[in-house]
């Protein structure tokens, strides 16, 4: 038996009165995740768990099988074992946004999508800003910045203050002094850099400050296969997944033109899993597309990721796998939902289905939030979905 993941970050969302109190799901043209939901069994997942942060590291990491709320450190260490930068004993690794901020207000989390060269430019320059410390560049604005202290800090994840005052928002707690100063001593060196002025020449956002965040230990994790007896392997564009592959022992596959955004290269993720389910049980494909625009607050953008996801990877990889000479079965959901009205992740439920060898289909009839709600599995927890696609 062959088992995929196939997961649309952030396609889940609120009724919008926008789109006649429907949502994005609800009313993007997706024929093949509709198949799916009437030939398989749906339900809804709390991805997750209470009193844990709805991020799409606490989700993933309960979607592979673990539970957040034994495993889960943070989100730069897992991004760092992508990267593959070493945490020593007593090491902290932090993510470090590239961000625009204008008039003291969080215009863009992603400093308009900078590139990673364009990145990596800068990154190399701030080295003498992080102290007894080093920084690595990584994919556009993601950066991860490595600390031999700072355990004590409560930080913001940008991304959750988009269009609100970083005043409310800055790092707080007994070694927040520390982070505050690295901020700031990077501020001038960020408001005079090459990059910066060619940018906004070219009327992009800059980089004019970094935002640190999603800080912790490298976390203790046994593999996917000594708990579930499964080979695996993880397709994404974004250093979290792969870093979750890297500590599940996983294989990380890189596909040229993954991007993470709504131009990726779709054809080329799917032919990379059905390869791999050539040598391994399991594959996680995951697109990062909606989630991309729900934080951009682009309705019509959602839309259009989550029918390209429908098109180009569900479609083509529901395909493949009816080809193929195996028994399989697919898991179909988003990792939280990305609600457009608040333009971050919420913990609210999310629908799955599971179909393919030995499932019985439920009388739902198409694949978004509501339907999923009557479906054969009802209410079930994160860590519980690759159990219940294993056992059928």
């Given at each position: 038996?062959?088992?995929?993941?196939?997961?649309?970050?952030?396609?889940?969302?609120?009724?919008?009165?926008?789109?006649?109190?429907?949502?994005?799901?609800?009313?993007?043209?997706?024929?093949?995740?509709?198949?799916?939901?009437?030939?398989?069994?749906?339900?809804?997942?709390?991805?997750?768990?209470?009193?844990?942060?709805?991020?799409?590291?606490?989700?993933?990491?309960?979607?592979?099988?673990?539970?957040?709320?034994?495993?889960?450190?943070?989100?730069?260490?897992?991004?760092?074992?992508?990267?593959?930068?070493?945490?020593?004993?007593?090491?902290?690794?932090?993510?470090?946004?590239?961000?625009?901020?204008?008039?003291?207000?969080?215009?863009?989390?992603?400093?308009?999508?900078?590139?990673?060269?364009?990145?990596?430019?800068?990154?190399?320059?701030?080295?003498?800003?992080?102290?007894?410390?080093?920084?690595?560049?990584?994919?556009s604005y993601r950066n991860i910045?490595?600390?031999?202290?700072?355990?004590?800090?409560?930080?913001?994840?940008?991304?959750?203050?988009?269009?609100?005052?970083?005043?409310?928002?800055?790092?707080?707690?007994?070694?927040?002094?520390?982070?505050?100063?690295?901020?700031?001593?990077?501020?001038?060196?960020?408001?005079?850099?090459?990059?910066?002025?060619?940018?906004?020449?070219?009327?992009?956002?800059?980089?004019?400050?970094?935002?640190?965040?999603?800080?912790?230990?490298?976390p203790s994790m046994p593999r996917?296969?000594?708990?579930?007896?499964?080979?695996?392997?993880?397709?994404?564009?974004?250093?979290?997944?792969?870093?979750?592959?890297?500590?599940?022992?996983?294989?990380?596959?890189?596909?040229?033109?993954?991007?993470?955004?709504?131009?990726?290269?779709?054809?080329?993720?799917?032919?990379?899993?059905?390869?791999?389910?050539?040598?391994?049980?399991?594959?996680?494909?995951?697109?990062?597309?909606?989630?991309?625009?729900?934080?951009?607050?682009?309705?019509?953008?959602?839309?259009?990721?989550?029918?390209?996801?429908?098109?180009?990877?569900?479609?083509?990889?529901?395909?493949?796998?009816?080809?193929?000479?195996?028994?399989?079965?697919?898991?179909?959901?988003?990792?939280?939902?990305?609600?457009?009205?608040?333009?971050?992740?919420?913990?609210?439920?999310?629908?799955?289905?599971?179909?393919?060898?030995?499932?019985?289909?439920?009388?739902?009839?198409?694949?978004?939030?509501?339907?999923?709600?009557?479906?054969?599995?009802?209410?079930?927890?994160?860590?519980?979905?690759?159990?219940?696609?294993?056992?059928?």
């Amino acid at each position: 038996m062959k088992y995929v993941v196939l997961l649309g970050d952030g396609m889940a969302d609120w009724p919008l009165e926008s789109l006649g109190g429907r949502t994005p799901l609800q009313v993007a043209r997706k024929p093949n995740m509709d198949l799916i939901a009437r030939n398989g069994r749906c339900g809804l997942a709390q991805t997750v768990p209470e009193g844990m942060t709805p991020g799409s590291d606490v989700a993933n990491l309960s979607i592979m099988g673990y539970d957040p709320a034994r495993y889960y450190t943070g989100r730069a260490p897992l991004e760092a074992a992508a990267m593959r930068i070493p945490l020593g004993d007593g090491e902290i690794a932090f993510r470090c946004n590239f961000v625009t901020v204008t008039d003291g207000i969080m215009d863009d989390y992603s400093a308009g999508h900078i590139t990673s060269e364009e990145g990596a430019e800068i990154a190399r320059s701030l080295r003498d800003v992080v102290p007894g410390g080093r920084i690595y560049p990584g994919v556009s604005y993601r950066n991860i910045v490595v600390l031999k202290t700072c355990r004590d800090a409560v930080c913001t994840p940008p991304h959750d203050i988009m269009g609100r005052p970083i005043s409310d928002h800055l790092p707080r707690g007994d070694d927040a002094r520390i982070l505050l100063e690295i901020m700031e001593r990077a501020r001038p060196l960020l408001e005079n850099h090459p990059v910066n002025r060619r940018r906004v020449s070219k009327g992009l956002k800059p980089a004019n400050m970094i935002w640190l965040w999603g800080q912790g230990p490298a976390p203790s994790m046994p593999r996917f296969h000594d708990i579930y007896g499964l080979n695996g392997a993880v397709i994404s564009a974004v250093d979290l997944l792969k870093g979750l592959g890297v500590y599940a022992g996983w294989r990380v596959i890189d596909v040229p033109g993954a991007t993470g955004t709504i131009d990726t290269n779709y054809a080329g993720k799917v032919g990379a899993a059905l390869k791999a389910l050539e040598s391994v049980d399991i594959v996680y494909l995951h697109i990062e597309a909606p989630d991309e625009a729900a934080h951009a607050g682009d309705v019509e953008q959602k839309i259009r990721a989550i029918e390209l996801f429908d098109e180009r990877v569900v479609g083509p990889m529901i395909s493949g796998l009816k080809r193929s000479e195996e028994a399989w079965r697919v898991l179909l959901l988003p990792d939280h939902p990305t609600p457009i009205k608040i333009r971050t992740h919420s913990t609210d439920p999310v629908p799955f289905v599971i179909a393919g060898s030995g499932i019985d289909a439920d009388s739902v009839d198409a694949f978004d939030e509501i339907s999923a709600s009557r479906g054969y599995y009802g209410r079930v927890e994160g860590k519980e979905l690759i159990r219940l696609l294993i056992a059928g």
